[in-house]
């Protein structure tokens, strides 16, 4: 039997990482991917056939051996507040740029070879704040606005090799830090009368999109960025 393809996915061992590492174990043997807490990528990783874990600091660390990768899947994110943009410190700004937009290039300029060879696709988890801002989000928007711009520029210039480079743009998403936070009622209220179908996502279903994206069956879908934020943009 032919080696299964490979799929390294970084911030898999997060709530929504976890959903997309099990939406792409039907089709590729995947790789979780953590920061500082093996467990939970362990625990990630248990019920999925194939799948490894492997440490990975953002920005400067090693993706390590990616032979037979043929999918990258970016679900990395940092641990912010919501200051206004008038408030956010440049320290504060470096961090969230180092963590996600150099941590994204490092991985996709280490992947590129091995995405050529297999015609690969990339997928970056984004933000639904990047078609309507979110006041107090900037933290989370700037950065992702600087990966689908890298995504855009890779689909442009990668296209030729067969590589494919496609975000997914999410809102609240009932998952990981969701759960973290302590959330007034009023907020929650107020959330959910700005999303179109009035509720919350439920992780597994942002992480159909990213495996329909990663997967062959998005083929000829390359440069676009899916709003999977139940209307919150509209």
């Known amino acids: 039997m032919p080696e299964r393809a490979r799929a390294l996915v970084v ?8 959903a997309i590492c ?3 174990a039907p ?3 995947v790789i979780v991917t953590y920061g500082g807490n093996r467990e939970a990528a362990e625990a990630v990783a248990a019920p999925l056939p194939g799948a490894t874990v492997r440490q990975l600091s953002l920005p400067e660390g090693d ?5 037979g990768v043929s999918a990258i899947v970016f679900a990395a994110g940092a641990d912010i507040g919501q200051p206004y943009v008038g408030d956010i410190t440049v320290e504060q700004l ?8 150099l941590g994204f290039q490092a991985v996709v300029r280490a992947a590129l070879p091995e995405l050529r060879r297999a015609g690969g696709s990339i997928v ?8 309507r801002f979110p006041p107090g989000d900037a933290l989370s928007v700037a950065p992702k606005a600087a990966v689908q711009a890298l995504i855009r520029g890779l689909a442009r210039e990668e296209g030729r090799h067969g590589v494919r480079a496609n975000a997914v743009a999410v809102g609240v998403v009932e ?5 973290r936070i302590d959330w007034e009622q009023a907020w929650i209220d107020a959330a959910k009368r700005n999303i179109a179908l009035r509720r919350f996502a439920d992780a597994s279903e942002i992480a159909d999109v990213v495996a329909f994206l990663a997967s062959p069956r998005a083929s000829y879908v390359t440069g676009q960025t899916i709003f999977a934020d139940g209307g919150y943009a509209v």
């Open 94 to 101: 470096q961090s969230v740029l180092a963590t996600e937009v």
């Open 63 to 67: 993706a390590g051996d990616l032979t």
């Open 27 to 29: 089709d590729f043997d």
């Open 124 to 131: 970056a988890v984004s933000s639904a704040g990047l078609g």
């Open 22 to 24: 099990a939406a792409l």
């Open 175 to 179: 998952a990981g830090i969701f759960h």
């Open 11 to 18: 911030g898999g061992s997060g709530g929504i990482g976890a």
